[in-house]
């Protein structure tokens, strides 16, 4: 356990529907960042945060992807109508300033129908 | 483009043996480079960082090499055990991006045989 917790850990959606997801990270770690796995692939970046600003993201992400980190404590990923192409792990790491090392959640596995 | 390779999907070894697991890079300048185990359906979890004026980095039973001018990273197991089956992740930060996210390798699954 590294520390980083995700909620859910297991999500089974209908195409169309909206989805989303939360991340705890570490309470001392100002930059958390989330990635998405297909299987036999590394995690892919997805999107960067400096505590509650949101700096960087990736072309991967869509306009129906939307994160937030209010208070720069807690996640939320948001996919808005989802399609079978979202199915994928989603990972959250937090990562604290000074250090090269990211902490990853347990991940939110994610199957759209 | 930048890219990562890990060049064995899949590695099978004998208990007891040493595993050795190759990660190779192209236009990159990494000043350092990581390596990571993932359990299935579990998230990473990093285990050793070697920086690049270290050509050797040593954690218990495994050992990391980095060679800046081949463009590689070896990733040693001695004494492998079962317990060791896991797929192994060679990472590297993207160049230029200020966010210090990470690019993957696609992993090597490391299976240890009994």
């Known amino acids: 356990d590294t520390g980083v917790s995700q909620d859910p850990r297991h999500k089974i959606t209908k195409r169309g529907q909206n989805v989303t997801f939360r991340c705890d990270p570490i309470s001392e770690h100002n930059r958390l960042y989330w990635y998405r796995q297909t299987l036999g692939q590394g995690p892919e970046f997805l999107t960067y945060?400096?505590?509650?600003?949101?700096?960087?993201k990736s072309r991967l992400l869509s306009d129906r992807f939307s994160a937030e980190r209010p208070k720069g404590s807690f996640s939320t990923l948001e996919i808005q109508r989802t399609e079978q192409g979202d199915s994928a792990m989603y990972l959250c790491?937090?990562?604290?300033?000074?250090?090269?090392?990211?902490?990853f959640g347990p991940g939110t596995r994610l199957l759209v129908l | 483009s930048q890219k990562i390779e890990q060049n064995s999907e899949a590695l099978n070894i004998q208990e007891g043996k040493t595993a050795t697991l190759t990660c190779n890079y192209t236009n990159y300048s990494p000043a350092y480079l990581q390596w990571y185990r993932q359990d299935p359906g579990r998230g990473p979890v990093f285990l050793l960082l070697?920086?690049?004026?270290?050509k050797e980095k040593r954690k218990e039973r495994l050992k990391v090499t980095f060679d800046t001018t081949l463009k590689q990273s070896l990733f040693h197991i001695t004494a492998s055990q079962p317990a060791d089956s896991a797929t192994y992740l060679c990472a590297l930060e993207n160049s230029g991006a200020g966010s210090y996210q990470l690019t993957f390798g696609k992993g090597t699954k490391l299976s240890v045989i009994p």
């Open positions: 070697i920086r690049e004026n270290e």
């Open positions: 790491a937090s990562r604290p300033i000074g250090q090269e090392t990211q902490y």
């Open positions: 945060f400096q505590n509650e600003a949101q700096l960087e």
